[in-house]
């Protein structure tokens, strides 16, 4: 992680490291992708959708191998900037990750929910330098909506 990716523009970012911001993912139920309250967004839990469907499905140490379920983690955190940047219209007015909270489905003995949360939190330190530094949980569950691996909230400081 290079400590002047905040510098640049997090959109190019992204593109530069070959993951381009998708569309907003519809909410499964009645809830709005993210909320904003002076000036920090709040997104709600995002699954690893990409173009409409889950990545993978069922429970890591079981049906999804700890490689799937970091790059379902990364996929949910592109999903969570991408509700951040429609509620303030550029992720440029990101000034902090301040928190991200990664729920994952776990097999009975599967321990290492960290490892799997990494996958999102080295994606936001590539794409925001020291701004992408953040707290985080990590926390194994029985299961998540539509039998998804992985769901992540995430808030951020903005302008």
Do not use: W
Request: proline residues 6%; contains cysteine.
């Amino acid at each position: 992680m290079s400590a002047d990716a905040g510098a640049r523009d997090p959109e190019a970012r992204l593109a530069e490291l070959g993951f381009p911001l998708p569309d907003v993912a519809a909410p499964v139920a009645e809830y709005v992708p993210a909320v904003r309250t002076g000036d920090h967004v709040y997104t709600s839990g995002q699954l690893p959708f990409s173009d409409g469907h889950l990545l993978a499905t069922g429970l890591v140490g079981g049906e999804v191998d700890v490689e799937q379920a970091t790059a379902c983690a990364r996929q949910c955190a592109l999903n969570a900037l991408a509700a951040v940047k429609a509620e303030v219209g550029s992720l440029a007015r990101v000034r902090r990750v301040v928190k991200v909270v990664v729920y994952v489905a776990s097999a009975p003995d599967f321990t290492a929910q960290p490892q799997v949360a990494n996958g999102a939190s080295a994606l936001l330190g590539a794409v925001f330098g020291d701004a992408g530094k953040h707290a985080r949980s990590a926390v194994g569950v029985a299961q998540l909506p539509l039998g998804a691996p992985v769901e992540l909230e995430l808030i951020v400081e903005v302008d």
